[in-house]
């Protein structure tokens, strides 16, 4: 992983707030609820989850493994934290507020002036063991996307619950999706 890696990650992360707004701004508070059964999120879980992960998870982690000193440990992060932090806005606020902690995240990473060398860096996972600084900003990048798939299989369910004879036709409809 390049130093050009950083610069287009740091791009890909960009995406996420507005592809949120584009999908979820305006939604009926119904569809901020939707999830897919007992023990997964809604949209609007998610983005509490999203929001505590800007706090807690990426910045943080990326200055621990910069630090000079070893040794240098991650704290683990709460997955569900988020849900009682920001559990109380409304969804527009919510996704404002993620806009704007992902810039400021950005501007953060942006300002570390990561050298290639310091990617293979490490600090110690409380879970996994030994990560290195690119496999970190890898992940930061993979969880955006797993949870845009996330929102974007809560849609269809939701839009697709109106959708009549045409059910069959859509695979992420299905109960048990087939090829």
Same mark, same amino acid.
């Given at each position: 992983m390049e130093a050009s890696v950083v610069s287009d990650t740091a791009a890909r992360l960009a995406r996420t707030p507005?592809?949120?707004?584009? @999908?979820?701004? *305006?939604?009926?508070? &119904?569809? @901020?609820?939707?999830d897919e059964g007992p *023990?997964? @999120?809604?949209?609007?879980?998610?983005?509490?989850h999203?929001?505590?992960? &800007?706090?807690?998870?990426? +910045?943080?982690?990326?200055?621990?493994?910069?630090?000079?000193?070893?040794?240098?440990?991650?704290t683990p992060f709460d997955r569900e934290a988020g849900f009682l932090t920001y559990g109380h806005h409304e969804p527009r606020a919510l996704l404002d507020l993620f806009s704007s902690k992902r810039q400021a995240n950005l501007d953060a990473l942006a300002e570390?002036? +990561?050298?290639p060398a310091? $990617?293979?860096?490490?600090?110690?996972?409380?879970?996994?063991?030994?990560?290195?600084l690119a496999q970190l900003l890898a992940c930061w990048l993979t969880h955006d996307a797993a949870h845009i798939a996330q929102i974007a299989r809560l849609l269809v369910r939701y839009h697709?619950?109106? +959708?009549?004879?045409?059910?069959?036709?859509?695979?992420? $409809?299905?109960? &048990?999706?087939?090829?």
């Open positions: 507005p592809t949120l707004f584009a @999908w979820l701004d *305006g939604l009926p508070a &119904e569809a @901020w609820r939707e *023990g997964t @999120w809604s949209p609007f879980q998610v983005l509490c999203l929001l505590h992960a &800007e706090d807690d998870d990426w +910045i943080p982690r990326i200055r621990i493994v910069l630090q000079p000193v070893s040794p240098r440990r991650f570390f002036k +990561i050298a310091a $990617l293979s860096r490490t600090a110690t996972h409380p879970e996994l063991g030994e990560v290195t697709g619950a109106g +959708i009549g004879p045409w059910r069959p036709f859509f695979r992420a $409809l299905r109960s &048990e999706p087939t090829e």
